[in-house]
């Protein structure tokens, strides 16, 4: 990549959702990778992700063990959005009820070295973990810059200390049982509360900023702020994070859109033949296809707009569901340079008379998926609207 970001570390309040207890428990066990230190996999993601305190917090991020965070749906989309493929997202349940919890699990899927545990540490002999990670173990040596806007450490660390481990360990069995990532049975391998460190780019973390994206922060002493580079970036993404809808809030704005879109269709009523049957479409597709653009083509039909947003001669024609291209623009089926474009997996919906189109991204997820208008000639998805119905809007020129 080549990129050079400025980082820190980012962190929340204590109590996690994800642990439970005085001794902030982890609540999802780990399976154990080494049978001879019961050294736990750390990449394991346990599913259900289980949460069982603070699901109620009123924000939007908040730390989860060993690296990983939580993300509410809007949080989720703009960093989706922003940091392509960076993290991967895991829905979560309410431990209590095993009903669905109002948060993913973010999983950054970029590792970083920071260091390197003493020499004098003694291995486990089948892994090669070390026996334990104390801070006063550590020789720290982390790099300038990152190249991602999301990472997490690649080592480990343990808050064990020799002489308080067999007490703790006692005290543990007593309270909640052996689990496997807190303590090996009684081998003297036991490693407590392992973590891993999260960061986040200068960039990352002043774009959470402005879009008031609250929960977490840097951790204290970590220092650095953002270059011209970065403003430039994070301004760039909040223009497009909010054509896509996701800048501020949801709410008003989602409600006077669909308002907007009822009042238009109620006057722009046409069509009287038999409702389309998009059931072997949406078959075809594997997904459904937005309820807006069903409602739309079943009432008004394949509707051309002249001189979109006052543009001469820039005209487009809403396909029908027959006419829609569900190939063309699949994620990979083009070959992208961005690396925000490559993650856009797209449906064209709507034809201009000079090649380029407008598509739904099906991998924002649904049922009102955000609208792309493809460059053909910059190779690019430009963010265009949040939904089908701002989509309409836009080539109308109402943008108010
Ligand atoms: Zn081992």
Redesign the pocket.
């Known amino acids: 990549m080549g990129r050079a970001l400025g980082y820190v570390g980012f962190t929340g309040p204590d109590r996690r959702l994800d642990t439970t207890g005085y001794f902030d428990d982890p609540v999802n066990v780990l399976p154990v990778?080494?049978?001879?230190?019961?050294?736990p996999d750390l990449d394991h993601v346990p599913q259900p992700y289980r949460l069982a305190r603070g699901i109620d917090r009123p924000v939007d991020l908040a730390p989860a063990n060993l690296g990983n965070f939580l993300a509410r749906d809007r949080a989720r989309r703009v960093i989706e959005a922003a940091c392509p493929g960076q993290c991967r997202f895991h829905p979560t349940t309410v431990k209590k009820t095993n009903d669905a919890a109002p948060w993913f699990l973010a999983v950054p899927t970029h590792h970083i070295a920071i260091g390197r545990v003493r020499a004098e540490v003694p291995r486990?002999?089948?892994?090669?973990?070390p026996k334990t990670c104390h801070v006063n173990e550590f020789e720290p040596d982390p790099p300038g810059a990152i190249e991602w806007d999301v990472a997490k450490s690649l080592s480990w660390g343990s808050h064990n200390d020799t002489i308080g481990l067999e007490r703790d360990r006692a005290k543990l069995r007593a309270a909640y049982g052996p689990r496997a990532e807190i303590m090996a049975a009684d081998t003297g391998?036991a490693r407590q509360r392992i973590y891993r460190y999260l960061f986040f780019s200068l960039r990352l973390e002043l774009l959470l900023k402005k879009l008031k994206i609250k929960g977490m922060t840097r951790l204290a002493g970590d220092s650095g702020a953002p270059t011209g580079e970065d403003r430039a970036w994070v301004d760039e993404q909040v223009d497009r994070l909010n054509r896509l809808g996701f800048g501020s809030p949801p709410g008003r704005d989602g409600r006077e859109d669909q308002g907007w879109f009822d009042a238009y269709l109620k006057k722009h009523r046409k069509r009287r033949g038999a409702p389309h049957d998009f059931g072997p479409i949406e078959a075809a597709l594997g997904a459904s296809l937005p309820p807006t653009y069903k409602v739309f083509v079943d009432q008004v039909g394949a509707e051309i707009f002249r001189n979109v947003e006052g543009e001469e001669g820039f005209e487009a024609r809403i396909l029908l569901p027959q006419d829609l291209d569900l190939t063309s623009y699949r994620q990979g089926a083009v070959p992208m340079d961005g690396e925000e474009d490559r993650q856009v997996d797209a449906v064209l919906f709507a034809a201009t008379g000079h090649g380029d189109g407008f598509c739904f991204d099906l991998a924002a997820g649904g049922p009102e998926y955000p609208v792309y208008l493809y460059d053909h000639e910059a190779n690019v998805f430009d963010a265009y609207a949040p939904n089908f119905g701002g989509c309409i809007r836009r080539f109308i020129g109402e943008d108010g």
């Open positions: 990778k080494c049978a001879n230190c019961t050294f486990c002999s089948a892994c090669g973990e391998w």
